[in-house]
């Protein structure tokens, strides 16, 4: 049973532990064990000993500051969400270069949860999916696909979330909480969507500066067309030309087109 348990991650409950010889007694408290051990026989290198545990004193040995940090960085919760903030804190950076911040706390992040993760039990494919994850949102901002990148970034992420911690193992205590999943999915989803519907928007938005820019404005004449003249718009002084005829001093123009410079305006009626 004992070999099994190595090789085969079969896991048995305390009772059939018990029947099978693979432990002693079943203990409740650790004063329960001593008395349960208490007279037991047990073989050394030395020779055969005898416990006398009833009476015997407890001295509680806490974990030094070193220790607490490292149990609280073991943690796969923390891991699972070192690992989200070190990811996005390097890729503000890369988008936003100079900003320093985020790139400093991504990278320690980053760091200290491949730490956290060398402790875990890890499942490679999880920590893959999570990273294609990100690169699918990362894609949904640059190429139009509709949010199709983006649902399939949410699912690869959820996939990932799940599976980075591998629970076939003796070690099924370490999970990582499906709260602390839900709250990093629903954060990098809103995340990406503001982004790329803030993005859409842009590229939808009538350019504001250049010769573009200028297209549709009304501006006023300041001299007589026939057909050119000059034009002021936002207080700007432009050489025009009018496509429907003569337009006299101090009329309200709009401008149609951009031509070498030269706006094609239209009186308004």
Known sequence: ???????????????????????????????????????????????EKVLHTKNAGVITLDMSFKQRILSFLSDPNIAYILLMIGIYGILFEIFSPGAIFPGVIGGISIITAFY??????????????????????????????????????IISLILGSIMLINTDTTLEVFKISCQVILVFVILTAAFFIFAISFGIKAQRRKPSTGTEGIIGEIGETISNLDPEGQVSIHGEIWNAESIEGPISNSTKVRVTQVSNLKLMVRKII
């Open 116 to 153: 956290s993760l060398h402790t875990l039990p890890v499942n490679y494919a999880g920590l893959a999916l999570i990273i294609f994850a990100v690169i699918l949102f990362v894609l949904e901002i640059k190429v139009m696909s509709h949010g199709l990148l983006s649902i399939g970034g």
């Open 1 to 47: 049973m004992a070999e099994d348990a190595v090789r085969k991650s079969i896991s048995i409950t305390e009772t059939e532990a018990l029947k099978e010889g693979v432990i002693d007694t079943i203990a409740f408290s650790v004063q329960d064990l001593l008395e349960k051990i208490d007279g037991k026989e047990i073989n050394l290198y030395s020779g």
